[in-house]
C-alpha cells in the first residue's frame, strides 16, 4: 500500500497503514486465500518471539515449498500444547502433510506424531531456512510501525499482511526480470478484481 500511494506522491504514516490493514486488510487476504491454487503437502514450521506490552509472546508460522504463507497465530507459551493447537489448526485448513520441517525444539515431536502420524518429520535448523527467513519481513514491519500494541492487533495484521505480502513481492531473485514483471501485473490485476468485489 505504501508502494502504490508514493508512486501517486502520497506519503503515509505507519498509523495511516495500520488503519488500513486493519480495515481493508482481512477482505484482500480472505481474497487471497480463496483464489489462491492448493498448497503442496510439505509444510515448514517455526516460532519467532515478540514483545508486546514488555510480555514475550510467541508467533508461529508455517509457510510451503513456495515460500507461501500457510498461517499465522500469536500465542503466549511455546510448549508442546501450544504447538498441538497450531499444528491442528493447519491439518483442519490444508489437510494431511507429508513432510513436516521444524527445528530441532523437542515440543514438536508429539504434536506431529498424534496430529499425522504418517508425516516425515525432519527436525534440522538447515533445512528450516525458508521460514526463517520470512521471519525478516516480520520484523521489519514490527520496526516500522514501532512494535505491535496489543496480540490481537498483532494477530490481526499479521494474518492479513504476510497473506498479501506473498502476492505483492515475490521472490525476486528466484524469477527472470520478464516474470517479475507478468508477477507484478498480476498482483495489481487481483488488487483491482478484489477492490472491485469489495465495493461492489
Known amino acids: 500500500m505504501e508502494d502504490l500511494l508514493a508512486e501517486r506522491g502520497v506519503i503515509v ?8 490493514v486493519s480495515r481493508f486488510g482481512r477482505h484482500f487476504a480472505n481474497c487471497i486465500r480463496r483464489d489462491r491454487p492448493k498448497p503442496d503437502d510439505k509444510r515448514h514450521i517455526d516460532e519467532a518471539v515478540i514483545t508486546i506490552g ?12 513456495d515460500v507461501d504463507v500457510l498461517d499465522i497465530l500469536v500465542q503466549g507459551r511455546r510448549d508442546t500444547k501450544a504447538k498441538k493447537r497450531f499444528f491442528f489448526r493447519l491439518v483442519r485448513q490444508f489437510g494431511q ?3 513436516v520441517v521444524t527445528d530441532k525444539l523437542g515440543s514438536y515431536v508429539t504434536p506431529i506424531r ?11 535448523k538447515g533445512l528450516n531456512n525458508r521460514i526463517e527467513n520470512s521471519h525478516r519481513l516480520t ?20 494474518s492479513a499482511h504476510d497473506i498479501i505480502n506473498t502476492i505483492f513481492r515475490p521472490c525476486r ?23 472491485a468485489a469489495m465495493t461492489a
Not at 514488555?54 to 515449498?65: N, Q, V
Open 13 to 20: 504514516s505507519r498509523e495511516v497503514v495500520r488503519l488500513c
Open 54 to 65: 514488555g510480555s514475550k509472546l510467541w508467533l508461529w508460522g508455517c509457510i510451503d515449498t
Open 97 to 99: 502433510p507429508h513432510v
Open 114 to 124: 498424534s496430529i499425522a502420524p504418517d508425516a516425515d518429520h525432519r527436525a534440522h
Open 139 to 158: 520484523r521489519k514491519r514490527e520496526k516500522i510501525m514501532g512494535g505491535f500494541k496489543t496480540p490481537p492487533q498483532a494477530q490481526r495484521f499479521r
Open 173 to 195: 531473485y528466484t524469477l527472470t526480470a520478464i516474470s517479475y514483471r507478468h508477477a507484478r501485473i498480476d498482483a495489481f490485476s487481483l488488487r483491482a478484481d478484489y477492490t
